[in-house]
């Protein structure tokens, strides 16, 4: 049979017209015909029911037309490359069975036609397929002067046809269940940063709580599914979905953090604990509510590859199994098998689980090619994995494997419905569970599994310019809340304020939140700490974005912190006197106290102020304090103050005012007065000794 595929090809080489053109000789490639909805499978009774989508972007209208359906219903795909070049529009099998033609509409200047086609199940072409599997199907759209040919596949299944039943190949379809719609709650961080009481800060948005309802019902319809799930998400549910297993809290990309930014994590205030496995599994029995609960933890893949450096960092961190995305499978074999690996680490053995990288890139939105045209749609990607599923059957069907197929969870749930219900519809794939692929027995260890591990970790300039930013942001945040901390915020019980604190509470009528607060500075800070931290773990995971909204908490934190602590802004003040007293209000909005310095400068050298004071500022209060002001002179001074922390470096706006001098005799004009008037009585005295006298006198 070989020799006769062979020469099918090389004959529909010659005979097939590759070529699309227009008229004048220019390319259609503007003019592009998309699956919107396919059947797959096909079964005795399904029929074949194709809804199209032809886009006319040019500036004149296309006449009406056909499209034609035509398939080869005696034809095997006999290799990989064969089913791929076919997809590409690389190779011309024959497809001498008109399935469907149909008349379309004009199309106008950028508008689109969507055109169904639906196929009897009793129609003679179906009715004549004999075995079952994939089928080349070819798409011609033809109008005057353009036309447009499109190659996918009709997947015939075994249902109603004769032949002996093979064994179903085996697949476990894993859902990351994550988010990448976390939000800072204003309200509760200003509850936090005003009142000292603790609250949750990050939340899930109205978006990501919909998208938790959408999940969930996804979930409840397809329960073969297994999900991996952030911890996290699931603790922000109010009912959390069943999962087989968890992932590292909020997503944290693990493979990144080991890549090329391990040092400059510790500036974040992160820390390994927040992200290990036993937290992880403290954290789902929180959202449970079960202190008992027991489930595997297993870190899923991030940014880069899972290298030796990346597999040793997770299981230091507690995880035994990784799910390996991208960069672990090894194509080159020929044929798919269970992709399971146990790699040693310094740390112990790692079993990676490596998705079948054809199937789940289809599965997570992705062609095959750029060139696969048919393949640029959820529905076309649906009819290409249905084919290459079934293709992979074939190629061994009494081989016993199972197939790791990833899905993504930021994809929406029509066509995860879609895809998941096209599996469970293929009689030849069986679902099974992730224990079941955790157990399988591995395709290599020790040495042998240490050849599948990536050289080099791929964190290209694209996860440079993803994370770099998001570092830089958190890593600077976090450094103003331990400077604030250790050069601003002074403990309550060491200023022994903190009976007037309370009896000025009362006054204020805010003691409630005074009896919400932390004992001391140190708990507080603490906790804008650990907010810190859960917004940095949700910034910098595998599927978060540059723009993350978590960003948004550390700095809030960070401009609240000492924006909260200013100098009163301060009217002129006239002074009568060669010494005088300047008052300073230090407010402070915080709910703790603060230890600060006045710092003052002028712009004169005869008019100027006591340099430094220091003041201690009650919780949200006020405190006054003076400076001293020396004048030797009449005139005008303008005086700058600024507030200092404990170390000298300001911080907050520097507040100016103007300081105007009237000394009357004392100053430098009163002294002028005095020496004219000395000089013009000298000239008095010279002129009636020297002056020639009347004789009379």
């Not at 879609?418 to 992730?434: F, K, N």
């Not at 908490?553 to 005088?580: C, D, H, K, M, W």
Request: some cysteine; aromatic content about 6%; overall charge negative.
């Amino acid at each position: 049979m070989a020799w006769v595929t062979a020469l099918m090809l090389a004959v529909a080489m010659v005979c097939i017209p590759q070529a699309v053109a227009m008229d004048d000789g220019t390319a259609t490639d503007a003019v592009t015909v998309d699956i919107d909805t396919a059947t797959a499978p096909v079964t005795a009774q399904s029929g074949y029911h194709l809804t199209l989508d032809i886009a006319n972007p040019t500036d004149h209208a296309l006449p009406a037309g056909t499209v034609t359906l035509s398939t080869n219903v005696h034809y095997t795909f006999i290799s990989r490359t064969d089913i791929q070049q076919w997809a590409q529009d690389e190779v011309g099998i024959p497809t001498p069975q008109v399935l469907a033609e149909v008349q379309t509409p004009e199309i106008a200047p950028g508008g689109t036609a969507t055109v169904a086609i639906d196929v009897n199940a009793d129609n003679a072409v179906l009715t004549s397929i004999a075995e079952w599997g994939p089928k080349p199907l070819r798409i011609d759209f033809h109008t005057d002067g353009t036309s447009v040919e499109t190659h996918t596949f009709l997947t015939r299944s075994a249902e109603g046809l004769n032949g002996a039943a093979t064994p179903a190949l085996n697949v476990t379809v894993a859902l990351p269940l994550s988010s990448t719609q976390w939000q800072v709650d204003t309200d509760d961080l200003t509850t936090l940063l005003t009142d000292g009481a603790d609250s949750d800060v990050v939340s899930l948005s109205k978006t990501g709580e919909a998208q938790v309802k959408e999940q969930t019902q996804l979930l409840n319809n397809h329960p073969g599914v297994q999900v991996i799930a952030d911890p996290t998400y699931l603790d922000a549910m109010r009912m959390p979905i069943r999962s087989s297993a968890i992932m590292q809290p909020a997503g944290f990309d693990i493979t990144a953090y080991a890549a090329a930014y391990t040092s400059r994590y510790d500036r974040t205030g992160i820390r390994a604990e927040d992200w290990n496995a036993a937290t992880a599994l403290a954290q789902y029995r929180q959202a449970l509510g079960d202190d008992e609960a027991e489930l595997d933890a297993v870190a899923w893949q991030g940014s880069a590859s899972w290298t030796q450096q990346a597999l040793t960092t997770a299981k230091r961190q507690g995880y035994d199994t990784v799910v390996a995305t991208s960069d672990f499978s090894d194509m080159s074999l020929g044929i798919v098998r269970t992709d399971t690996t146990v790699v040693p680490t310094d740390a112990g053995d790692v079993t990676v689980l490596a998705a079948q990288p054809v199937l789940s890139g289809l599965a997570q939105g992705q062609a095959t090619s750029q060139t696969a045209t048919a393949e640029r749609t959820a529905g076309g990607r649906l009819v290409r994995f249905v084919a290459q599923s079934a293709f992979y059957q074939m190629e061994q069907p009494y081989t016993e494997r199972n197939l790791l197929i990833c899905l993504d969870s930021s994809t929406d749930t029509a066509t995860l419905d879609a895809l998941l219900s096209a599996i469970e519809q293929s009689p030849w794939l069986q679902m099974t569970d992730l224990h079941t692929l955790m157990s399988a027995t591995p395709s290599a260890t020790g040495q042998d599994a240490l050849l599948a591990v990536p050289d080099s970790d791929g964190a290209g300039q694209a996860v440079s310019e993803r994370f770099t930013p998001a570092l830089d942001a958190l890593s600077n945040a976090n450094d103003v809340v331990i400077r604030f901390r250790d050069s601003v915020l002074t403990d309550a019980q060491e200023e022994s304020m903190k009976a007037s604190e309370d009896t000025q509470a009362l006054a204020r009528q805010d003691a409630d939140s005074v009896t919400h607060r932390s004992e001391n500075t140190t708990a507080w800070v603490n906790q804008l700490l650990a907010v810190n931290r859960r917004c940095a773990l949700h910034a910098l995971s595998y599927n978060a974005t540059a723009d993350s909204a978590t960003l948004a908490g550390p700095q809030t934190i960070a401009e609240t912190l000492f924006n909260a602590v200013r100098i009163t802004p301060i009217e002129s003040l006239n002074v009568v006197s060669e010494t005088a007293n300047m008052p300073v209000t230090v407010s402070n909005a915080l709910p703790y106290p603060v230890r600060v310095q006045v710092s003052a400068t002028t712009d004169s050298m005869t008019i100027v102020t006591s340099r430094l004071v220091d003041v201690v500022v009650p919780p949200t209060s006020e405190e006054q304090t003076t400076l001293a002001i020396r004048v030797s002179t009449s005139g005008t001074a303008n005086a700058q103050l600024t507030l200092l922390d404990r170390e000298g470096n300001a911080f907050g706006a520097a507040q100016s005012t103007t300081i105007t001098s009237a000394l009357q005799i004392s100053d430098m004009s009163g002294f002028i007065i005095i020496v004219c008037a000395v000089l013009l009585g000298i000239a008095g005295l010279w002129r009636q000794f020297h002056r020639v006298k009347d004789p009379d006198e």
